[in-house]
Structures are given as structure tokens and as C-alpha cells.
Nanobody, 124 residues
């Protein structure tokens, strides 16, 4: 049974950095493509960043490009999101997602597996 668990969320100040991590367990076979999404209250989940199976291709939402970096470590089945220069509008619950489909998909419906989410709060 595939399980994704996020960690690393917290409360920070404007301009600070934070790193999120997603631990995957239970998968056998070829790696998933993965992504980070975020959600504010009851709004639709928003694509933040995605990464290919090999980690060689990455994708970013325009709002985070240049500030956030997605990476993955196949050795321990983890994925990270390094978030720099954080802004109040980055405040959200951040979710790790995995898919057997195509890398870079920005629709939440394209992902089969989700973590429980981790809260990131950026205060001014």
C-alpha cells in the first residue's frame, strides 16, 4: 500500500526559507512522477512544482519559479521542496502527490496518491 508522508512545515517570517520533505513507502516497480500542491482553505489545490521519475526534469508554477526547488532522492524514496524568499501568499497546506502518468501534470486529478498535508504559514 502506497503511503506519502509530508514533513517540515511550520511558521516562518517573510523572506525566510523552509524545506518540506515527502517520504514514500509501499511502492514496488518503476518510480512515480511526483509533485507538490498547495491548498488554501476550501480553494482548489494549486500545482506548485513537479518532478520526473529520474529527477532530471522539473516543473514550476510561475508564482514560485526562482524561489522554490523540487528534488528527489531515489535511494530513500524522498522528495523535497526547498522554499526560499517566502511570502505571505505562500501560506497554505502543502501536499505531496504521486502519479503513474506524465511528469509535470498541473491538474490535481492526474495524481493517484496524496499525503495528508503539512501547514506552512508565512507571517509579515
Amino acid at each position: 500500500q502506497v503511503k506519502l508522508v509530508e514533513s517540515g512545515g511550520g511558521m516562518v517570517q517573510v523572506g525566510d526559507s523552509l524545506q518540506l520533505s515527502c517520504q514514500e513507502t509501499g511502492r514496488t516497480g518503476s518510480p512515480f512522477v511526483k509533485a507538490w500542491f498547495r491548498q488554501v482553505s476550501e480553494k482548489e489545490r494549486e500545482f506548485v512544482a513537479g518532478i520526473s521519475r529520474s529527477g532530471g526534469r522539473t516543473f514550476y508554477a510561475a508564482s514560485v519559479k526562482g524561489r522554490f526547488t523540487i528534488s528527489r532522492n531515489k535511494a530513500d524514496n524522498t522528495m523535497q521542496l526547498q522554499m526560499n524568499s517566502l511570502k505571505p501568499e505562500d501560506t497554505a497546506v502543502y501536499f505531496c502527490a504521486a502519479s503513474e502518468g506524465f511528469a509535470g501534470e498541473t491538474s490535481s486529478g492526474a495524481y493517484n496518491y496524496w499525503g495528508q498535508g503539512t501547514q506552512v504559514t508565512v507571517s509579515s
